[in-house]
T-cell receptor
């Protein structure tokens, strides 16, 4: 069975400082992993995805994530937070291709950015 | 291209009433998915359509929920009768390929009082 755990329900950083949102996954297979973001009253937007190519994945808005199989982690980072990064972030694992479209979401991490 | 559109954005109904949520996927996307997030919980899968057929409805909580996708275009999710625990945000997503390239809608926030 597949699962994903986001280790922090809320993270607060100051503008201009680094962001680290932690995610651990469990999967019997080599998974596809995603990070989505949801700004207030907006839809879920894909930040980046890992699909067994490069382990360091670059996404939109300066975010990146590193797939570490030995640690079963897929942490999301950004070198310098911006006020517009304040949102809720979801780590997501996908079943292997052709096994259905069901995404499995983590519990979400609320990111606050202080001026 | 137009995104995934969900109607209404908010709905407040009384326990025992019926509510119908609608999702318009991106044109040409055969795959349509419903997810929901109840208060304090993670977003969970409800079901998956391929065109007008239900591919996977393993996440539907009970028989008070009925999803349809007549003609393989838009989809509706009806809750009848609504219960307090149905409150949450219902998301719809569509994709061209199964399991890839999801685009999510903004969600419908349902409050049952």
């Amino acid at each position: 069975a597949q699962s994903v755990t986001q280790l922090d329900s809320h993270v607060s950083v100051s503008e201009g400082t680094p962001v680290l949102l932690r995610c651990n996954y469990s999967s019997s297979y080599s998974p596809s992993l995603f990070w989505y973001v949801q700004h207030p009253n907006k839809g879920l937007q894909l930040l980046l995805k890992y699909t067994s190519a490069a382990t360091l994945v670059k996404g939109i808005n300066g975010f990146e994530a590193e797939f570490k199989k030995s640690e079963t982690s897929f942490h999301l980072t950004k070198p310098s937070a911006h006020m517009s990064d304040a949102a809720e972030y979801f780590c997501v694992v996908s079943p292997i291709y052709n096994q259905g479209g069901k995404l499995i979401f983590g519990q979400g991490t609320e990111l606050s950015v202080k001026p | 291209e137009a995104g995934v559109t969900q109607f209404p954005s908010h709905s407040v109904i009384e326990k025992g009433q019926t509510v119908t949520l609608r999702c318009d996927p991106i044109s040409g996307h055969d795959n349509l998915y419903w997810y929901r997030r109840v208060m304090g919980k993670e977003i969970k899968f409800l079901l998956h359509f391929v065109k007008e057929s239900k591919q996977d409805e393993s996440g539907m909580p009970n028989n008070r929920f009925l999803a349809e996708r007549t003609g393989g275009t838009y989809s509706t999710l009806k809750v009848q009768p609504a219960e307090l625990e149905d409150s949450g945000v219902y998301f719809c997503a569509s994709s061209q390929l199964e399991g890839f390239g999801y685009t999510f809608g903004s969600g419908t926030r349902l409050t049952v009082v």
